[in-house]
């Protein structure tokens, strides 16, 4: 397919940011919504989005966005996301924070709590809360993923495993309608298991568009998660699921 200039566009704003909406697009770029309509169905045509009701993520399947892409993705959301499950959290606690660019922002959230003492198997937390002189840092060992600073394997999982903390977030590359969260690593899945186990509460933070997102691995349910923090309501049948399981879903 060759791209004309708006659509080239529209893929790089899609690609930068994880999605795109109809109507900010035909804002920006001053058409109706029926010529970013017609945009997007061509794109998804050539494979290179998928539709969603109101625009357009990028396509997903077994491989992850590169991490700077993921840092760029949806911030203003990830941001507020980061500020309210921050609130959640106490000082003078525990908590276990995993892989993802949310959770990142979680870490800059808690900058400013005390006597708090934070497990992680991710290098970019430790690195933001060094700025915090009233935080302990834990740092897992084990396999070090040199494009995104996480920390997985078999080493991972035992470093976790001696603890109990009092909070547990996490995140997830995907999450399916009957309530599953995906991921794309089958050793950063086992460590995120593990950590669910060494919670007392765990905490989701997603942001919306990885409900349009897929992935290959399962890492749990939202069975297992005590709260939620996304920026927009969840589908009817996943919503009355959350309510079955007693989680509680926290839109910001």
Known sequence: MTLNVRQSKILER??????????????????????????????????LIERVHGGAVIRTGVTNFAYEARRRMNETAKSAIAKACARAIPDNCSIILNLGTTTEAVARELLGHRNITVVTNNINVANILLANDSCDIMVAGGNLRRVDGGLVGDLTADFINQFKVDYAVIGASALDEEGDLLDFDLAEVRVSRMILR???????????????????????????????????????????????????????
Do not use: H, M, N, Y
């Open 14 to 47: 899609a690609r930068d940011a994880g999605s795109v909406a109809v109507e900010d697009l035909a804002d920006q770029f001053t058409v109706s919504v029926q010529t970013i309509r017609r945009d997007l169905s061509e794109l998804a045509e050539a494979g």
């Open 198 to 252: 060494r919670a007392r509460k765990v905490f989701l933070v997603t942001d919306a568009s990885k409900l349009a997102r897929s992935a290959p691995v399962r890492l749990a349910s939202l069975s297992e998660i005590d709260t939620i923090f996304i920026d927009a309501a969840l589908p009817e049948a996943l919503r009355e699921r959350c309510a079955q399981w007693d989680t509680s879903v926290q839109i910001v």
